[in-house]
């Protein structure tokens, strides 16, 4: 039994690690996509964290059921139509593509804020440093990714509380904000989330735990995004927040936390940006070649990081959003279709039975 609690833990983790990335962790998304909507964008968070639990819920039971340990396999388990599977692992790569560019983004905004050097510089560091990993193809570095997300998730918590124990008194603005924006915020970050849930489905036995490991992870990105939006809202329109809001936030109050969230956020970058690139050069290294994918990969997100973390998430995040909406309604609506089906099969058994006993 201990044993499946740590497995949990780990898939817990895992999965929250995938939703946290960096632009989570800046605090640049909550900002975007619920904050500047007042006090009642709390019910988007609502939205958002259902969601995530629902979709994980749907892709562990599925796999864990199935026998299915890679995201392809589940999207033909699901939907059974070739071209359907084709369009989902493309948008899959975009989006992956997009948040290699945001990442390298961000990794260009916090060499400016912490070290003073140009973004351009801070881009180049990113991108060599990426390089290297992509380049050797080590992947042994991923697989402490649920560690890496235990570490960030407690340190967002402790900073979020840090602040909150600590801030200057101020009062919070209130506005009457629109809950879609939680649905599109889930709809982009569960774009590959998939990809990393269906690859640690082999840790789950069952639908149980499944559900358990689902209701975890959705709890914890709850708290997360609860303790963030409360901390910024606060300060929203009060103060200037910058591109990094966690980190402004962090620095505002002492040395020592802006370092400890720099590590931490860093770490986000790093783990955001090499998985997603693994991502992208595992569906196209067969059509285009491992190097060739990496270079043309690495040269794009460099030249995309110049539009800046903020626009980047503000735009090419939404528009990525809608588009996972469609998906993830999608897949929750064929997965309630098979639970229903499953369940006139088994009612049918059980009448079948009942008569033959007659």
Request: glycine fraction near 10%; charged fraction near 10%.
């Amino acid at each position: 039994m201990l044993r499946n609690i740590s497995d949990i833990l780990a898939v817990s983790c895992g999965y929250a690690a995938a939703i946290i990335g960096a632009g989570f962790a800046s605090g640049q998304e909550i900002v975007s996509f619920f904050v500047k909507y007042g006090r009642y964008s709390i019910i988007g968070i609502l939205i958002a964290c259902v969601m995530f639990f629902l979709f994980s819920c749907a892709v562990l039971c599925i796999c864990a059921e199935n026998r299915i340990y890679n995201y392809s396999d589940f999207l033909h388990h699901v939907f059974r139509n070739k071209r359907v599977c084709k369009v989902i692992e493309f948008m899959t790569l975009a989006f992956a593509v997009v948040s290699i560019c945001v990442m390298t983004a961000c990794a260009a905004r916090m060499g400016s804020i912490i070290v003073g050097v140009s973004p351009v510089f801070g881009s180049a560091v990113f991108t060599v440093i990426c390089g290297i990993i992509l380049f050797l193809g080590n992947k042994k570095i991923m697989k402490i990714n649920s560690g890496m997300g235990a570490v960030i998730i407690f340190g967002i918590i402790f900073s979020c509380l840090y602040i909150l124990r600590f801030r200057e008194h101020q009062s919070a603005a209130v506005e009457t904000s629109m809950v879609v924006s939680g649905i599109v915020y889930a709809g982009y970050n569960l774009l590959t989330a998939g990809t990393v849930l269906a690859g640690m489905s082999r840790n789950i036995k069952d639908s149980g735990e499944a559900v358990l490991s689902s209701a975890v992870s959705g709890l914890l990105l709850f708290v997360m995004m609860t303790l963030v939006w409360g901390v910024l809202s606060i300060y929203y329109n009060k103060i200037n927040l910058g591109e990094i809001p966690m980190l402004t936030m962090t620095l505002r109050q002492n040395n020592a936390l802006g370092m400890f969230y720099s590590a931490m956020l860093f770490f986000a970058v790093f783990s955001t940006g090499v998985s997603n690139g693994f991502g992208v050069i595992d569906i196209m290294h067969g059509k285009a070649g491992r190097r060739f994918t990496t270079f043309i990969l690495l040269l794009l997100s460099f030249c995309m990081s110049g539009a800046g973390f903020s626009n980047l998430i503000n735009v090419a995040y939404r528009i990525c959003g809608y588009i996972g909406m469609i998906i993830v309604f999608g897949i929750l609506f064929n997965y309630f279709m098979m639970i229903k089906k499953s369940k006139i099969k088994k009612n049918k058994e059980n009448i079948s039975i009942k008569e033959k006993n007659i």
